[in-house]
């Protein structure tokens, strides 16, 4: 009985430790296979890191090579030591914003991995024009000196400035000074005030001065002063906003001092201004004339695109008007500034009949970068024949400043419109914005040519257009109504952007 109870217990112990085991087979086998899982996604999260980083490089390396399917990363390439040895291959890739988007399988450790990687693009702007030629003044520093021996008046003078002040201004103020000649500014009471000094009164400055506080205008103030000493009466007059508000009867007479002092915009060195303070706010269309203007040549001229080229009796203009007409072959453009709410400096450039017309500036190219450039335009009116075509874009020229273009001749004939090419536009398609790019360079013609494409023709993010091989310098240049067309187009505003991948 003893031994048959010992029997039975022993069996009853092999089948605890059977039972036993079976667990713990069952618990070693959940273990490992936790580990091998847990290891396992580990080595697949650090594949997918890799391929990841991979697609990142590969983006930063071929953004510029759109034909660059394929990017690989062998041994020894410093890229290779950060991401690892493998292969991107860029199956699609598109713009869609501000952001470029790429889908693609990244190889790594023999893993193919699919992935899609979306990257904002910043934009570093290089250049902005939106016609409207104004310049700021802080009232600390910003003061700008005019070597002005040659701008001097005699017997018959206008000068005219918009300006707009802060509202923070201190005064008194000087807007604009020649020392011994002529002073424009507000005085401590807000008013504006205009002084000259003659030949009759070559020690006493006559001034006449406008009986208002300038604090109550809220946007631009067109203050203009008339001289002519040939007039019986009323020789000098003061305008602003195209009224006469004051008027020195004939107490003003003889020729305005010449002298060889400079001319001071925003700030005045006489000593007896020594208390005035700069000009604090903004300026535009500064015109010194050697002819009176009348108030309606005044308002006629008011928006007019004045230089001292283009018109008569002009001596000097600021800020300087840095674009360049080339006119058409039959038709001479015609070319105004024009007041438009809409616009983005609240003036737009006008151009009447074909005219190509480049800003006479000269920025340093990088072909390792993208350029994006965007403008907004419009066509006022419709061509009589039907030609209201547009060309927007770049202007080359190498390190000599010669023009390159597409061929590598030194001309402004077939330059780089990667914007808008030959494209019509409609009065009555109104305003558009329209944005191209280019990257590179290329001594191949037909290549550069394809890169434009689309209606409108124009050249993509996923394809900029190169420039030619010897193209060291840019400029913003573009044609209206081309083919003759004596349509009306207007400009907005043209920018041109650098393009960093983020």
């Keep these: 009985?003893?031994?048959?109870?010992?029997?039975?217990?022993?069996?009853?112990?092999?089948?605890?430790?059977?039972?036993?085991?079976?667990?713990?087979?069952?618990?070693?086998?959940?273990?490992?296979?936790?580990?091998?899982?847990?290891?396992?996604?580990?080595?697949?999260?650090?594949?997918?890191?890799?391929?990841?980083?991979?697609?990142?490089?590969a983006l930063e390396v071929g953004i510029r090579e759109v034909q660059n399917k394929t990017i690989k990363l062998g041994k020894g390439s410093w890229l290779s030591l950060n991401h690892g040895e493998g292969e991107y291959k860029i199956d699609t890739k598109l713009a869609e914003g501000d952001y470029l988007i790429i889908r693609g399988s990244g190889k790594i450790n023999d893993r193919v991995k699919r992935l899609m990687i979306k990257r904002k693009l910043k934009k570093k702007e290089i250049e902005y024009e939106d016609f409207s030629f104004i310049e700021?003044?802080?009232?600390?520093?910003?003061?700008?000196?005019?070597?002005?021996?040659?701008?001097?008046?005699?017997?018959?003078?206008?000068?005219?400035?918009?300006?707009?002040p802060d509202s923070n201004l201190k005064l008194p103020a000087i807007i604009l000074s020649k020392d011994g000649a002529y002073n424009l500014g507000v005085n401590s009471n807000g008013e504006i005030f205009v002084e000259v000094y003659t030949t009759q009164n070559a020690r006493n400055a006559k001034t006449i001065t406008f009986d208002t506080d300038i604090n109550q205008y809220d946007d631009w103030i067109h203050i203009a002063f008339t001289y002519d000493d040939n007039r019986n009466k009323e020789q000098a007059q003061l305008y602003i906003n195209g009224e006469e508000i004051a008027s020195a009867g004939n107490s003003i007479k003889g020729n305005l001092v010449s002298n060889n002092n400079d001319l001071i915009i925003g700030a005045c060195e006489?000593?007896?201004?020594?208390?005035?303070?700069?000009?604090?706010?903004?300026?535009?269309?500064?015109?010194?004339?050697?002819?009176?203007?009348?108030?309606?040549?005044?308002?006629?001229?008011?928006?007019?695109?004045?230089?001292?080229?283009?018109t008569a009796g002009v001596i000097y203009t600021y800020p300087k008007n840095q674009w360049s007409i080339v006119n058409g072959d039959s038709n001479s453009a015609e070319i105004n500034l024009v007041n438009n709410s809409t616009a983005a400096g609240g003036t737009v450039l006008e151009i009447k009949n074909q005219g190509l017309y480049f800003k006479d500036i000269n920025l340093a190219y990088d072909a390792d970068k993208i350029y994006r450039v965007e403008v907004r335009i419009?066509?006022?009116?419709?061509?009589?024949?039907?030609?209201?075509?547009?060309?927007?874009?770049?202007?080359?020229?190498?390190?000599?400043?010669?023009?390159?273009?597409?061929?590598?001749?030194?001309?402004?004939?077939?330059?780089?419109?990667?914007?808008?090419?030959?494209?019509?536009?409609?009065?009555?398609?109104?305003?558009?914005?329209?944005?191209?790019?280019?990257?590179?360079?290329?001594?191949?013609e037909d290549y550069i040519n394809s890169t434009v494409e689309n209606n409108p023709r124009s050249a993509s993010l996923l394809r900029p257009m190169p420039l030619h091989s010897e193209v060291d310098y840019i400029r913003p240049v573009f044609i209206v109504n081309q083919d003759n067309g004596n349509g009306t187009a207007q400009i907005d505003y043209i920018k041109i952007e650098e393009l960093l991948v983020n």
């Design 270 to 310: 006489a000593t007896e201004y020594s208390n005035y303070n700069q000009w604090q706010g903004e300026i535009k269309n500064i015109r010194v004339w050697d002819i009176a203007q009348s108030n309606s040549d005044l308002a006629e001229n008011a928006n007019k695109n004045i230089t001292e080229e283009n």
């Design 136 to 164: 700021y003044f802080d009232g600390v520093d910003d003061v700008e000196v005019v070597d002005a021996n040659q701008i001097n008046l005699s017997n018959a003078a206008t000068i005219e400035a918009f300006v707009k």
């Design 1 to 57: 009985m003893g031994l048959q109870n010992f029997k039975e217990e022993e069996g009853s112990v092999l089948i605890l430790i059977l039972i036993l085991m079976s667990v713990g087979i069952i618990l070693i086998t959940t273990m490992n296979n936790i580990i091998y899982n847990t290891s396992n996604r580990v080595v697949e999260e650090n594949e997918r890191d890799q391929a990841i980083l991979l697609a990142e490089s």
């Design 378 to 444: 419009r066509q006022a009116e419709d061509a009589n024949n039907d030609k209201q075509k547009f060309s927007i874009g770049m202007e080359g020229l190498d390190d000599s400043t010669n023009l390159v273009n597409i061929k590598g001749f030194d001309s402004h004939e077939g330059q780089y419109y990667m914007v808008l090419e030959n494209s019509e536009l409609t009065e009555s398609d109104g305003w558009k914005r329209f944005v191209g790019y280019f990257s590179g360079r290329s001594l191949d």
